[in-house]
């Protein structure tokens, strides 16, 4: 009996080459799209995280601030400046000052600086700084006598509102 041999003609070739390919191409399509998804959750991550960390640096300065001046405390529409016993870079009692420069993009750029003591000038720049972040729809106010405003000098008042990144944060401190 003879034997018969039997070989892949040159279309069942091209049709398994046409399968697998098909089959990567599926694979990568569904790769990219987890790889762009994962990318997109780790910017909204980060974001979040740096909305957060400016919430939380806020409430801690803000709860111990004090009162070495007559005015402790000045907010304008690019600033906020206060006294504070939580400083981030020198140790005792500083000025804090955040500074809210709008980019060409529309965001808010929060840049912190701090003066190494109470110095009676909350309209000065610091001597220590550092950028905080960049942020969508900022905005930061107080409560005063039953209204929010984004302009106050005097005493902070106790009550501070957050608006950043599509996040509303209350802030509340020491009323002195």
Excluded at 44 to 66: G, I, K, N, P, T
């Amino acid at each position: 009996m003879k034997k018969s041999e039997r070989a892949f003609t040159l279309l069942e070739i091209l049709v398994v080459v046409a399968l697998v390919a098909v089959l990567f191409s599926a694979v990568e399509f569904f790769y990219s799209g987890t790889m762009f998804s994962s990318g997109d959750l780790e910017r909204r991550a980060v974001r979040l995280e740096d909305a957060v960390s400016l919430y939380s640096q806020l409430s801690r300065q803000l709860f111990s601030s004090f009162n070495p001046e007559q005015e402790n405390f000045l907010l304008t529409g690019d600033r906020l400046s206060f006294y504070t016993l939580y400083p981030v870079f020198y140790s005792g009692g500083v000025r804090a000052v955040y500074l809210f420069k709008k980019t060409e993009s529309g965001d808010t750029e929060v840049i912190y600086q701090e003066f190494p003591y109470p110095d009676g000038k909350l309209e000065a720049n610091g001597t220590m700084r550092f950028v905080v972040g960049r942020f969508s729809g900022f905005s930061f106010s107080v409560l005063s006598g039953g209204n929010w405003t984004e302009n106050y000098s005097g005493n902070f008042t106790g009550v501070a509102r957050l608006f950043v990144n599509g996040r509303r944060f209350l802030i509340t401190g020491g009323k002195r």
